[in-house]
Every structure is written in C-alpha cells, then in structure tokens.
C-alpha cells in the first residue's frame, strides 16, 4: 500500500505567496486552499492540516500561537475570524463570519450583486485563547467563544459562549465548567522555552 503524505509550505515560502506575517515554526499543508492571502497573519507554532479552506476575502483572519486547525475546515473571514493562542480545531470545523438571508427578504450567494443581499455581518468571529471545537462543530456569524471554552462534536454555536465551559449540542448548550489546569501547563511551557530547553515535544514538521 502507497502513502501519499503531501508536504508542508514553512514561513519563508508563505511570506513570499504574500501572507501578510508569519511567526516562526509554522506550517500549512500544501492541498490548503488559502484566499486573499494578504489578510492573513500567522503566530508561532501554528500547523494548518490538508484539505483545509482559509478565505480571508472581502476580511480578514488572524492566527495566535500554538494554533492548530486540524484536516477539512473551513475558516471563512469576510467578516473576520480570530483564534486565540492555543486554539485547536478538529477536522470538519466549519466557521462562518457571514451569512446569507434564509427569509426571502434578499437574494443570496455569491454570484448576486451585493446590493441584492443581505447585508455582511458587522461583528467578526472570535475564538479566545485556549478553545477547543470538536470535529463537525459549525459557528455561525458575530459569535465571540470565551477562554478556556471546550465544545463537543457536532455542535452548532449559534450565539457566544462564556468563558472556561463545556458545551454541546444543537444548539450548543452548557455542560459544566471546564477546569482551568491548562494555564499552568502554558506557563510552564513558556518558561521551559524561554530557558532554551531544545527537548520539548513542539512539533517541526
């Protein structure tokens, strides 16, 4: 049985297709299909999985550090999207910052003159630090998820979500608290690296 692995496009090649920053240590898969590259900025430690669709068009979308947006998402930022450090998508995220008209008040998708349609969200997508989205999760348009929030798979977030909850569902609703440990580990970890330690677990693909 063949494998085909693909390779990874690192900071110098994406600085050169014209992404606007990339930070240290950061890779996209080379099947990712990526809009409007200028409007895109990348942290460190961030690794975007193949099969992926980055479309910052008419937006913008802005990466931390330690992000990683697992096989077959969709980011769509015409309305901007932020995920915060240590940010994690699993496969088949889908997150929208802009929506059509489902009442028949206006015309919709993309082909339509703008004029015709709704009207773009005015709020962007925010995901704050340390979120975590379950595989197939959808998020709708001006929906901000707080710090430290866990959401399980298949999910639909409609509205924002609190910060440090577990949520789920269709719509997602709250679950319990999720434990707040991961701070410690993220301090750990940076003063592990700004001590040089060479050993640690960081992915260089």
Same mark, same amino acid.
């Given at each position: 049985?063949? *494998?085909?692995?693909?390779?990874?496009?690192?900071?110098? /090649?994406?600085?050169?297709?014209?992404?606007?920053? @990339?930070?240290? #240590?950061?890779?996209?898969?080379?099947?990712?299909?990526?809009?409007?590259?200028?409007?895109?900025?990348?942290?460190?430690?961030?690794?975007?999985?193949?099969?992926?669709?980055? +479309?910052?068009?008419?937006?913008?979308?802005?990466?931390?550090?330690?992000?990683?947006?697992? +096989?077959?998402?969709?980011?769509?930022?015409?309305?901007? @999207?932020?995920?915060?450090?240590?940010? #994690?998508?699993?496969?088949?995220?889908?997150?929208?910052?802009?929506?059509?008209?489902?009442?028949?008040?206006?015309?919709?998708?993309?082909?339509?003159?703008?004029?015709? *349609?709704?009207?773009?969200?005015? !709020?962007?997508?925010?995901?704050? !630090?340390?979120?975590?989205?379950?595989?197939?999760?959808?998020?709708?348009? /001006?929906?901000?998820?707080?710090?430290?929030?866990?959401?399980?798979?298949?999910?639909?977030?409609?509205? +924002?979500?609190?910060?440090?909850?577990?949520?789920?569902?269709?719509?997602?609703?709250?679950?319990?608290?999720?434990?707040?440990?991961?701070?410690?580990?993220?301090?750990?970890?940076?003063?592990?690296?700004?001590?040089?330690? *060479?050993?640690?677990?960081?992915? !260089?693909?």
């Amino acid at each position: 049985m063949k *494998t085909y692995r693909g390779r990874f496009m690192r900071e110098a /090649e994406l600085r050169e297709l014209g992404v606007a920053q @990339v930070g240290e #240590n950061v890779a996209v898969h080379e099947t990712c299909v990526m809009v409007d590259l200028e409007a895109m900025t990348f942290g460190d430690n961030v690794r975007i999985d193949p099969f992926t669709l980055l +479309s910052a068009a008419g937006g913008w979308l802005r990466f931390g550090d330690f992000i990683h947006v697992s +096989s077959n998402c969709s980011i769509l930022g015409g309305s901007g @999207v932020e995920l915060g450090d240590f940010a #994690n998508l699993s496969a088949g995220v889908r997150i929208f910052s802009r929506t059509d008209d489902y009442t028949g008040e206006f015309l919709t998708n993309p082909t339509v003159p703008p004029a015709f *349609t709704l009207p773009p969200a005015a !709020r962007p997508v925010r995901l704050g !630090r340390h979120v975590i989205l379950g595989a197939n999760t959808i998020v709708l348009p /001006e929906v901000e998820i707080g710090e430290g929030t866990a959401v399980g798979a298949g999910a639909l977030i409609r509205h +924002s979500l609190d910060p440090w909850g577990i949520y789920a569902g269709v719509p997602a609703k709250f679950l319990r608290n999720r434990r707040q440990d991961i701070i410690d580990h993220e301090s750990r970890l940076k003063a592990a690296l700004a001590a040089g330690k *060479t050993d640690l677990p960081v992915a !260089r693909l």
